[in-house]
């Protein structure tokens, strides 16, 4: 998919010219989100391995 000027869009969050375009503020909320995402995909990993019930009584265990 091009852009208006016919160039590829950018698709990361660097300005054309190489410097940030987005204040630090949101690069941590990205490292944020990030780590949420990562930690519902070792969750769901998880869950299909010990399934829901085995999976709940295992953090109940590690939060005692």
Not at 28 to 40: D, K, N, T
Not at 43 to 54: A, F
Request: no cysteine; glycine share 6%; charged share 30%.
């Amino acid at each position: 998919v091009e852009g208006e000027d016919g160039r590829a869009p950018v698709r990361n969050h660097q300005a054309l010219d190489g410097f940030d375009a987005l204040p630090d503020q949101d690069d941590r909320a990205r490292e944020h989100q990030m780590s949420l995402h990562v930690l519902a995909y070792n969750l769901k990993r998880v869950m299909s391995v010990l399934g829901i019930t085995e999976t709940m009584k295992a953090m109940q265990l590690a939060r005692a």
